[in-house]
């Protein structure tokens, strides 16, 4: 089924005057036949049970005749009788066969939940039984659908057979539709679940799936917190001009009521030509200019949130729900101001914002809070909401098809503080699988304002070292990122360990590391406990921090990486005595250390550039070999770590 492209443009903007089902589609008729509903049993040799399904047959149902069918699915919460219970398919079809405008079919409802106990009992939400959602898919071909060939007058091309679902349901039905087109060339997802694949796997060539397609069909009610996902799978349909109906029901939340819609338009559709005039009619997308419709939900937001919006020309679009606020406001840095919309909403779309993770807070009458539809994370002095904006063109710190490693969870008790510590240690693919391998380590540090969490969170370490490990750029490693802060109770106050000195030269925090987190790391994991498999770097205070740990314990470490962090420069001070005069003789000093790493954004703060600049033109003077980076366009901010991390890790243990 292939239409015109200029018909295909214009369905990138349809209309929001939207046509409800009418009153009563969903109540039973007087006077008019009905059809059947029987449950059946088929063996399913993917599960190792037999499973339960209910068959609808239309009035008229004749032995003598063949039908199309329809594999109607229900969500995650659901089995094979909520669809009959909450939907009344077999109402809404009896009214439909009666007023003559659908063709007569057979409608399957499955349980989509595909193991030995396939009740919606417990913890619907438990790994073992979403799975089980997915390996329907093999229970749906081999199984159910050969039984239903066996047990009813079918036809078994894929041209008369259909699937659909709600929800969860939606979810499988577009994966297993769009993923078996020689099984399916009608697919309807209504409301359809995170479960959803990406629009890329789900359509890895649009021209085939152009081509093999009858129809398909993806709604959503526009108050739906899950619409980010049909609205996602529609923007890649419409670049790649591949037809579809996309239907957003006005005021439609995640219930039956949308679903009920969903099924009568849907159904009628089905198993008859489709023209351009029948996408038209049932597609409704609210009105949007070009960029608008491009916008995408941040990478950052709770799964199924669709606010913040990113735009293509990175602006940022923000509506939040404070009904009761008086004046509300996103702060990036630079503060907006929102505007109130009727139904309480506050909006505002930004300026361009710079590639890379930016924290922000809503301020609501004056005080800071996070936004509920972001992820949060601790960063700023205390956790605040986060929002990405994709990097164009690379993909280094993305998650893809390689092996992948963990982030672990170590707790200890500290002598020198006096308290419980936390590390977390990213340990790569295969650790487990061989125990006599060893590795060698990098401790890596936060900055200020920020904890051990920061790498693993806002700053993508496990991604980044997978894929450099998964492409040989860089050596299978542990890395061990704990937190820069340590405070000795016994210790005497002074002026050298108090504020940004103290935190940039924290003597308690060098002990912590020699005398426990370095003796735990060894312990526990399979280390090379040796300073040429050791090294240790950290963005900003966590840079100053390893230089100061590091030059002070050469025997311990052989790699140094300052990420927008390096040596405290005083103005009257001689290079060759600091750090004890660890940096004096260069030729001893290249000669024991095999890499120090230095880097900055060219847009950071003008004394943090100074400062680090400064500190790389001394070593430069001094002879001390080095590698020098400056990350173009970005300033004190994670782009400008993770760009580090991964040149650094690519260079250390080699």
């Given at each position: ?9 214009n ?67 659901g089995?094979?009788k ?44 438990d ?280 982030i ?57 070292l ?70 240790m ?34 103005q ?15 030729n ?28 790389h ?9 080095h590698v ?8 004190h ?18």
């Open positions: 089924m292939l239409l015109s492209l200029a018909f295909i443009a369905l990138s903007i349809n209309s929001q005057t939207f046509n409800p089902a009418p009153e009563g589609f969903d109540v039973s008729g007087d006077g008019i036949k009905h059809g059947k509903i029987d449950t059946i049993q088929y063996y399913s040799a993917t599960v190792g049970v037999n499973r339960k399904a209910l068959v609808y047959t239309p009035r008229g149902y004749s032995k003598s005749k063949k039908y199309p069918v329809l594999y109607l699915l229900h969500g995650i919460g089995d094979e909520e669809w009959l219970i909450q939907g009344k398919p077999q109402v809404i079809l009896d009214n439909l066969y009666a007023a003559k405008k659908v063709a007569p079919m057979i409608v399957v409802l499955p349980n989509g939940r595909a193991m030995k106990d396939d009740r919606a009992v417990g913890n619907i939400y790994g073992v039984k979403v799975q089980a959602f997915a390996t329907f898919e093999k229970d749906l071909i081999n199984d159910l659908i050969p039984s239903i060939e066996k047990k009813y007058p079918v036809f078994k091309d894929r041209e008369h057979r259909a699937i659909a679902g709600l929800s969860m349901g939606g979810g499988q039905s577009l994966n297993f539709g769009l993923g078996n087109l020689d099984k399916f060339a009608w697919i309807g997802g209504f409301s359809s679940a995170p479960n959803t694949k990406t629009p890329q796997e789900l359509v890895p060539d649009p021209a085939k799936t152009k081509k093999m397609l009858k129809l398909l069909w993806i709604s959503c009610g526009d108050k739906d917190n899950l619409i980010t996902y049909s609205q996602r799978t529609h923007d890649y349909l419409n670049a790649n001009q591949i037809p579809h109906i996309y239907q957003v029901i006005p005021g439609g939340h995640h219930d039956f009521k949308v679903w009920k819609q969903n099924l009568y338009m849907f159904s009628q559709t089905l198993f008859k030509p489709v023209d351009a005039s029948i996408i038209a009619h049932y597609s409704n997308a609210p009105l949007t200019d070009n960029t608008a419709a491009s916008a995408i939900p941040a990478s950052t937001n709770i799964p199924g949130m669709q606010y913040p919006e990113v735009l293509p020309d990175n602006r940022a679009f923000f509506r939040i729900k404070a009904p009761q606020a008086n004046k509300v406001q996103i702060d990036l840095g630079k503060k907006y101001d929102m505007e109130k919309e009727e139904d309480g909403s506050w909006i505002v779309t930004t300026e361009p914002l710079v590639e890379g993770f930016h924290y922000y807070s809503i301020i609501i009458d004056g005080v800071a809070v996070a936004d509920p539809a972001s992820q949060t994370f601790y960063g700023m002095g205390r956790m605040a909401s986060g929002i990405e904006i994709p990097e164009k063109g690379v993909d280094y710190y993305l998650a893809k098809n390689v092996p992948h490693g963990q672990r969870q170590v707790r200890y008790y500290s002598d020198v503080t006096k308290s419980m510590r936390r590390a977390f240690v990213y340990t790569p693919a295969g650790y487990d699988a061989n125990s006599s391998v060893r590795y060698p380590v990098l401790y890596l540090q936060h900055g200020a304002g920020e904890d051990e969490t920061g790498w693993s969170n806002q700053g993508k370490v496990d991604y980044i997978d894929n450099l490990i998964a492409e040989g750029k860089a050596k299978p490693m542990l890395v061990v990122m704990d937190k820069g802060y340590a405070v000795d109770p016994d210790a005497p106050k002074n002026e050298n360990t108090q504020g940004i000195r103290g935190l940039m030269q924290n003597k308690a925090l060098e002990q912590v590391f020699i005398k426990e987190i370095i003796p735990t790391i060894d312990k526990e994991f399979r280390t090379i406990p040796d300073r040429d498999h050791r090294a770097a950290g963005l900003s205070m966590g840079g100053f921090q390893t230089f100061q740990i590091t030059l002070s314990n050469l025997d311990k470490f052989a790699y140094i990486g300052g990420f927008s962090g390096g040596g405290m420069l005083q009257v001070q001689d290079f060759s005595k600091l750090y004890n005069g660890a940096l004096a003789d260069a001893e000093f290249n000669q024991k250390v095999k890499l120090v790493y230095l880097s900055i954004g060219t847009a950071e703060p003008e004394q943090m550039y100074r400062t680090v600049n400064n500190f033109k001394e070593l430069e003077k001094a002879g001390i070999k020098y980076y400056e990350s173009p366009g970005t300033s901010e994670w782009l400008t770590w993770r760009r580090s991390l991964n040149q650094f890790a690519g260079l250390i243990f080699k």
